[in-house]
């Protein structure tokens, strides 16, 4: 069965909050990138072209935007100067590689494919192995891309003197004192967190390793779809690591495709380069294990193949485009690779599979492997245990090696599996645990999976991806039981700095929240925490308050909250642990479900433009919101949606204005201002986060009352027209806060979500809609 993204929605909320969203099969590589819907034709700019020059300004090199669209650099630069937008900012080599996926996003309803190319410096396969290799990146784009007509200087530079003097009428009325251009430079958190770091006051050897083990988070800014292939770009930095060690953290883990960094036996041109990327896990392994980490695989095993290799090699087909895991020679390949990765980088930590979810890796993934002819036979249990226990025959077959030869430093203790039971049917877990080799193996759950949880009067259960509620859950118990009963140690997969409720902050400070979600797995008896998914690898004051938990299991989680507050804010301790206990009090009433965190408007804000029309666009996941307030707001009534996170929003401004005025009561020195600036500005972006979003609620609503308001038409503009004053009030202060702190707006696996330059097009989009609707009345 081939479900449509609604089916998905409707099976996770059949399942009790099983998430099979990422589930979704990616299309077969010719028909990767569809363009079968128009794409959104923006009003504000006086057309494409302009809008290219701004959306692009700053943030990819002059050079390359010019040749996108058959221009010279000082072409652009009179457009840029036309707009206000000033010299054309340098753009560093390491900005590149690390901005290209909020290029590839701003310009997605901009250029078709082929400028995109050329704009990004890539062939049409580079562009489709980002698409769907980086954490499935064109899922998070809609699965589509908008048909866009070419974009030239030629044809769209000269402007009509009337669209000239429009737009800078809009310009004027937008920015009278005119654009701001004051900006921090784009990941000048990178350059602040790899800088020597000396503070590592209270932490001892002997006291981090007593605690959870492992302890796993995804660095802050390390790259997602290829990392090895160029070291060049450091995710690792020395002092980066030490930050990490220091805050509690003893393993990081690192996204692989095994046909990239091992050879795949029938089309070795797909692995071009492994033993390049090979030889770079090994210096990293080593590099990392000085500073006390380890390096644990993402194993998402085998990948599915496209149609024209099964016509070469029909018998390795299992269901749909999975290779079949039960045919001997997919089994050879799986367990050669994982030996041979051991061998060559024995001071791996380990790998952590997902076997049934996200890419479709075998032919029960997706549910469905009754289509095989083996695996039918077999059922899922066995399959999935076959599978896992092949890892686990490939680390131990690759240890023994590495040992044998003597070929370099081996890791203390052969590496690890942690088996996640990531979308495994509840009535599949009893069969698969017991099937699982229990040497040096852990099963890891969801810790907060199917909590019941009441928001704004509206029950439901928790899917993953939550700090507002506090695990563990039913799910998870009952596999840890079961786990435990065979022999096998266990592991609790949280959100300890961020999570989808809202992934453009470094960290939610809703600490109470984490110290209570700890001090409960204290006594559930797990060995080990992941802590993160892509997004929460920030050094933060949450990670530290784990860690100090889980070294002392009867540290009361009040004492870890002080002495962590003591450390990182000295005569402040106090302000902000009081902040902390109301961000998390209020922080527990967001609306969640599964829905409302993929699809809202919670990592993009205020930069989400407003239209006067229904786009026709849905929602996708953590990618583009659109208008969809249907699926923004999942089982929550509109007024419940907006009126929950409006609260929440409000009442953190309010936690800000006593932050402040705490503060000024207090003699701070320098280091102790800047520390609470930096926590104040994540309180700050998700108070204006929320209520742009109980904003948007309003507007589209409002706008939608339009077509059938008649004689109420004058009362329905007079409130549209407050809440873009709104908008635009949110958009001009967030835009300073991110020109004064790089690090909002950014995850790891997104990269910036936004930039000013999208904060103050949204102010044009809003001041045009208020012109449109104020000469209406």
Not at 188 to 193: K, S
Not at 324 to 349: F, K, M
Not at 728 to 747: F, V
Request: proline content about 6%; charged content about 20%; overall charge neutral.
């Amino acid at each position: 069965m081939n479900f449509n993204r609604r089916q998905f929605i409707a099976a996770n909320a059949a399942l009790g909050g099983l998430l099979w969203l990422n589930q979704l099969p990616f299309p077969a590589a010719a028909r990767t990138i569809s363009t079968d819907k128009a794409a959104l034709q923006v009003s504000h700019f006086p057309n494409a072209l302009y809008a290219f020059v701004w959306r692009n300004w700053g943030l990819v090199p002059l050079d390359r935007m010019a040749n996108t669209v058959g221009a010279t650099p000082a072409q652009l630069q009179s457009i840029a100067s036309f707009m206000g937008l000033g010299d054309a900012p340098k753009v560093t080599a390491e900005q590149w590689e690390r901005s290209y996926l909020t290029v590839i996003r701003r310009n997605w309803h901009l250029l078709p494919k082929s400028q995109l190319q050329v704009l990004m410096g890539w062939d049409e396969a580079q562009l489709e192995f980002t698409l769907k290799e980086d954490d499935f990146f064109y899922i998070k784009l809609g699965s589509l891309k908008p048909a866009c007509p070419p974009v030239y200087y030629n044809q769209l530079s000269v402007l009509d003197e009337k669209t000239k003097i429009s737009f800078m009428q809009l310009l004027k009325a937008s920015f009278p004192e005119g654009l701001p251009t004051e900006q921090m430079p784009y990941f000048q958190f990178v350059n602040e967190l790899s800088a020597p770091f000396t503070d590592a006051k209270g932490k001892s050897t002997e006291s981090i390793q007593a605690g959870f083990s492992p302890r796993i988070a995804y660095p802050y800014f390390a790259l997602f779809g290829d990392p090895l292939l160029d070291p060049e770009i450091d995710s690792y930095p020395d002092a980066y690591l030490e930050r990490l060690a220091a805050s509690g953290v003893d393993s990081i883990w690192m996204h692989i495709v095994l046909s990239k960094l091992t050879p795949f036996p029938w089309d070795p041109s797909i692995s071009t380069h492994w033993e390049h990327r090979l030889t770079n896990l090994k210096a990293l392994t080593e590099r990392v294990r000085k500073h006390g980490i380890g390096i644990y695989l993402y194993l998402n095993e085998p990948r599915h193949q496209p149609e024209a290799f099964f016509e070469k090699y029909p018998d390795l087909r299992g269901q749909g485009t999975a290779l079949c895991t039960s045919h001997p020679a997919v089994q050879q390949y799986l367990e050669g690779s994982i030996a041979l990765i051991v061998e060559r980088a024995p001071q791996l930590a380990g790998f952590f599979s997902i076997t049934a979810s996200e890419n479709p890796t075998h032919c029960w993934s997706h549910g469905q492997g009754d289509k095989c002819p083996r695996c039918a036979l077999l059922g899922p249990e066995k399959v999935i245990s076959t599978l896992n226990n092949l890892y686990t025959k490939g680390i131990n077959r690759g240890y023994a090696s590495a040992v044998a030869s003597g070929k370099g430093d081996v890791a203390d203790g052969r590496p690890k599996l942690i088996i996640w039971d990531w979308g495994w049917r509840d009535d599949w877990a009893a069969g698969i645990i017991p099937e699982l080799t229990t040497d040096h193996t852990l099963l890891m759950s969801v810790s907060e999976w199917e909590l019941e949880i009441e928001r704004g009067g509206v029950r439901s259960k928790v899917g993953e991806y939550s700090i507002s509620a506090i695990g563990p859950g039913p799910r998870a118990r009952r596999h840890w039981e079961i786990a435990k009963r065979h022999g096998l140690k266990t592991m609790a997969k949280i959100q300890a700095n961020n999570s989808w409720e809202i992934g453009a902050v470094p960290y939610i400070p809703a600490v109470y929240n984490v110290a209570k979600h700890i001090d409960q797995l204290r006594k559930e008896g797990i060995a080990g925490i992941m802590l993160s998914w892509t997004l929460g690898g920030y050094p933060s004051p949450n990670l530290e308050v784990v860690s100090l938990m889980g070294s002392d299991r009867n540290l009361p989680a009040d004492d870890a909250i002080r002495t962590v507050a003591r450390r990182r804010f000295g005569s402040a301790a106090d302000a902000i642990v009081g902040a902390w206990r109301d961000v998390s009090t209020h922080f527990s009433k967001f609306p969640y479900h599964i829905s409302v965190v993929y699809n809202a408007p919670l990592q993009c804000g205020p930069a989400n433009l407003l239209w006067s029309e229904p786009t026709d666009y849905k929602a996708t996941m953590v990618g583009l919101p659109y208008d969809d307030v249907t699926s923004w707001r999942a089982i929550y009534p509109p007024s419940v949606f907006a009126g929950l996170l409006r609260e929440i929003g409000e009442a953190f401004a309010e936690i800000i204005r006593r932050l402040d005025d705490d503060c000024t009561k207090l003699n701070l020195n320098q280091t102790e201002q800047k520390a609470v600036r930096l926590e104040r500005n994540i309180i700050e972006t998700i108070s204006i986060h929320y209520q742009s979003i109980a904003n948007q609620v309003d507007f589209i609503t409002l706008r939608d009352q339009l077509p059938d308001a008649e004689s109420d038409r004058a009362r329905v503009k007079r409130a549209l027209s407050e809440v873009l004053s709104r908008e635009i009030r949110l958009a001009r202060r967030m835009a300073a806060l991110q020109t004064s702190d790089s690090r909002l707006g950014y995850e790891a696996s997104n990269q910036y979500f936004y930039t000013s330059a999208d904060l103050y097009e949204k102010v044009l989009n809003c001041t045009e809609l208020l012109n449109k609707w104020a000469a209406e009345m």
